[in-house]
């Protein structure tokens, strides 16, 4: 009996880890059909894209649909490498090059946490794609132009709390991944990380949230954006809509007020860049 306590409280914790980045990562908000009602984690959610139409596939633990026959290490070497178990090459749909930045025991807990999930059997929806992006061997050149794997390096000129918030919006949180303007190739533009695109994942455009005072954030304060991540509540009263609504409730909220202050004061050190990403609200003119 004394040897079963520990081990009971060391999954329990380990439980509560793996939801916490399943949380972080933002895996039900993409992986859910929540217009259709669809089940956890099942997939078949649309995203429109230049490149045609992506559906999101099934990640629960089914044997048959899902991820129920793959191992750990086929879990890391799509989050790590963009690679089926299968060997093909994964779109940058999925966002495995910011997963990519993950540390090796966050992607060991989230497998865990993501193989335990109730599974549910719903076939994959082919995706609807541009007749050349079809060529999937073409995505190793893609990868050769804009895929740098390998974990996220913390920098020594800053503090261990930013080092914690550039960490959870860049590797888990993949805030770049909607927020940055992509190129002909689909590649991310850097020097407009997090400036806002018209060509968002549900074919809506993406608010610039680097501090810019005009096009971006810039006069918002970190307990504007703290409060946001919490409820979706912007500073002018207005409140998150489409899919940044799913993001928060499925995420953000979620997360410790520590990590909420981290991301957010990550945000706002970022280099303003002026690019005007409008999207019409009644009543509003509020970004987000």
């Known amino acids: 009996m004394l040897c079963v306590a520990p081990a009971t409280g060391a999954a329990q914790d380990l439980r509560k880890h793996g939801e916490y980045l399943f949380r972080a990562a933002g895996c039900a908000t993409c992986h859910t059909n929540e217009?259709?009602?669809?089940a956890p984690l099942a997939g078949?959610?649309?995203?429109?894209?230049?490149?045609?139409?992506?559906?999101?596939?099934?990640?629960?633990?089914d044997p048959e649909t899902g991820i129920g026959r793959w191992s750990e290490a086929d879990f890391t070497r799509a989050l790590r490498a963009g690679v089926s178990p299968e060997g093909q090459h994964y779109y940058p749909a999925f966002p495995y090059p910011s997963y990519a930045r993950m540390r090796d025991e966050d992607v060991r807990v989230l497998w865990a946490y993501l193989s335990k999930a109730k599974p549910v059997r719903r076939a994959n929806k082919p995706h609807e794609?541009?007749?050349?992006?079809?060529?999937?061997?073409?995505?190793?050149?893609?990868?050769a132009l804009f895929f740098r794997p390998g974990p996220y390096q913390s920098r020594s000129d800053r503090t261990e709390i930013?080092?914690?918030?550039?960490?959870?919006?860049?590797?888990?949180?993949?805030?770049?991944?909607?927020?940055t303007p992509r190129n002909l190739l689909g590649g991310m533009?850097?020097?407009m990380a997090m400036a806002g695109t018209r060509a968002g994942p549900e074919g809506d455009p993406i608010p610039n949230i680097t501090p810019h005072k005009t096009s971006g954030i810039g006069r918002w304060r970190e307990?504007?954006?703290?409060?946001?991540?919490?409820?979706?509540?912007?500073?002018?009263g207005d409140f998150a809509g489409d899919i940044m609504a799913e993001?928060?409730?499925n995420s953000?909220?979620?997360?410790?007020?520590?990590?909420?202050?981290?991301?957010?004061?990550?945000?706002?050190?970022?280099?303003?860049?002026?690019?005007?990403?409008?999207?019409?609200?009644?009543?509003?003119?509020?970004?987000?």
């Not at 217009?35 to 669809?38: D, H, I, L, T």
């Open 247 to 249: 993001v928060v409730d």
């Open 44 to 61: 078949g959610r649309a995203l429109k894209t230049p490149f045609g139409v992506f559906y999101t596939p099934n990640i629960t633990p």
């Open 35 to 38: 217009k259709n009602r669809g």
């Open 189 to 191: 533009k850097e020097r």
């Open 223 to 236: 307990s504007d954006l703290m409060e946001y991540f919490d409820s979706g509540m912007m500073p002018d």
């Open 252 to 288: 953000l909220r979620h997360l410790t007020q520590d990590d909420r202050r981290a991301i957010a004061g990550y945000i706002l050190s970022l280099p303003p860049v002026d690019n005007p990403v409008r999207k019409e609200k009644k009543n509003t003119d509020s970004d987000f």
């Open 162 to 179: 930013w080092n914690r918030g550039a960490y959870l919006a860049n590797a888990v949180g993949h805030c770049g991944e909607c927020h």
């Open 129 to 143: 794609l541009l007749w050349f992006v079809r060529y999937r061997p073409l995505l190793g050149f893609w990868k």
